[in-house]
T-cell receptor
């Protein structure tokens, strides 16, 4: 079964609005990373948050991590058309260093 | 451009055949990861090498094997190919362990007919 599960599966919002995506996982982790993928292309790393961190910011991105709930959220503020992509969370399991990606959230920014 | 290169970009082959996918990591990166992405399975971690040694293993089939060479490039060998092996295969690299961000290559699209 998937370690990381993103929610929602798909999200459409108006340009300028904020987009929030969630990720839940099952086992203890060393870190959690968020990646972005434009259709059929390689993934681009967005942000890494370690298990002892609760919140991180990078530009318009804000990531939170709640290890007690085994969940993370990615917030993109002031969305732009160029943010249209799929967003994946990836967990690095502390038990065996296996990296597990969720199925992703497809984000569509409407002009 | 992530600095990770993968060849070939596209590969079309028949069932039962064997193919080799190649990956060159970013300069200075010691870890290489292989992933398979398909519509039904999503992005699956296959295997990680660190400085020539296998570091972590994911959902890699026995028909698949990989290695990392002394110059740190890596190859993924897929044998006895089946229709279900059709997918995008990504290579990624990172400075050291999985506690660092990964840089993904553009992928190899494999089509098995």
């Amino acid at each position: 079964s998937q370690q990381g599960e993103e929610d929602p599966q798909a999200l459409s919002i108006q340009e300028g609005e904020n987009a929030t995506m969630n990720c839940s996982y099952k086992t203890s982790i060393n870190n959690l990373q968020w990646y972005r993928q434009n259709s059929g292309r390689g993934l681009v790393h967005l942000i890494l948050i370690r298990s002892n961190e609760r919140e991180k910011h990078s530009g318009r991105l804000r990531v939170t991590l709640d290890t007690s709930k085994k969940s993370s959220s990615l917030l993109i503020t002031a969305s732009r058309a160029a943010d249209t992509a799929s967003y994946f969370c990836a967990t690095d399991a502390s038990r065996d260093d296996k990296i597990i990606f969720g199925k992703g959230t497809r984000l569509h920014i409407l002009p | 451009d992530s600095g990770v290169t993968q060849t070939p970009k596209h590969l079309i082959t028949a069932t039962g055949q064997r193919v080799t996918l190649r990956c060159s990591p970013r300069s200075g990166d010691l870890s290489v990861y292989w992933y398979q992405q398909s519509l039904d399975q999503g992005l699956q971690f296959l295997i990680q090498y660190y400085n020539g040694e296998e570091r972590a293993k994911g959902n890699i089939l026995e028909r698949f094997s990989a290695q990392q060479f002394p110059d740190l490039h890596s190859e993924l060998n897929l044998s006895s190919l089946e229709l279900g092996d059709s997918a995008l295969y990504f290579c990624a690299s990172s400075v050291a362990s999985s506690d660092h961000e990964q840089y993904f290559g553009p992928g190899t699209r494999l089509t098995v007919t």
